[in-house]
């Protein structure tokens, strides 16, 4: 774990030019990172929500931010995303889209369950022990 918080902390540095800057005071970047951490933190053959990420990260509320952040985070960081999932453990890109298939691939072949877009109760971890 050592080992990737270091690689976290040099990817973090370059965040406010590879995406926009945050604003002054905002706690912005501060927040992306505590949430790429949750998401780093989400077990292989697990996933959780957006919500229980923000919980987790210490933004309860905040599952929209979750999203941005996954979406901004640098290539290199190399995020599990495919483990964060919607309310209900639903896959929430559309359906038939390439992203919707890729996540789906990626879960299973970690030995999660997907079913008609959606996994199981039994998969989602609420990372509380994190």
């Known amino acids: 774990m050592a080992r990737r ?8 540095r370059p ?11 905002s706690g912005e970047s501060g927040a992306l990172e505590a949430i790429w951490q949750v998401v780093c933190a989400i077990p ?16 309860p509320g905040r599952a929209r931010l979750t999203g941005f952040a996954l979406r901004v985070a640098p290539r290199g960081l190399s995020l599990p995303w495919h483990r964060v ?7 929430v890109f ?3 889209s390439r992203e919707h298939r ?3 691939r990626r879960l299973r ?22």
């Open 44 to 59: 292989r053959g697990r996933a959780s929500t957006y919500g229980a990420v923000a919980r987790a990260a210490g933004l």
């Open 5 to 12: 918080r270091k690689t976290l902390e040099q990817l973090f």
């Open 15 to 25: 965040l406010a030019r590879a995406t926009r800057e945050p604003r002054a005071g």
């Open 102 to 104: 890729e996540q789906a």
């Open 94 to 96: 559309p359906s038939a």
């Open 109 to 130: 072949s970690e030995g999660v369950p997907v079913t008609a877009g959606r996994v199981p109760r039994s998969a989602l971890t609420e990372l509380d022990e994190i």
């Open 85 to 91: 999932v919607g309310a209900g453990g639903r896959i």
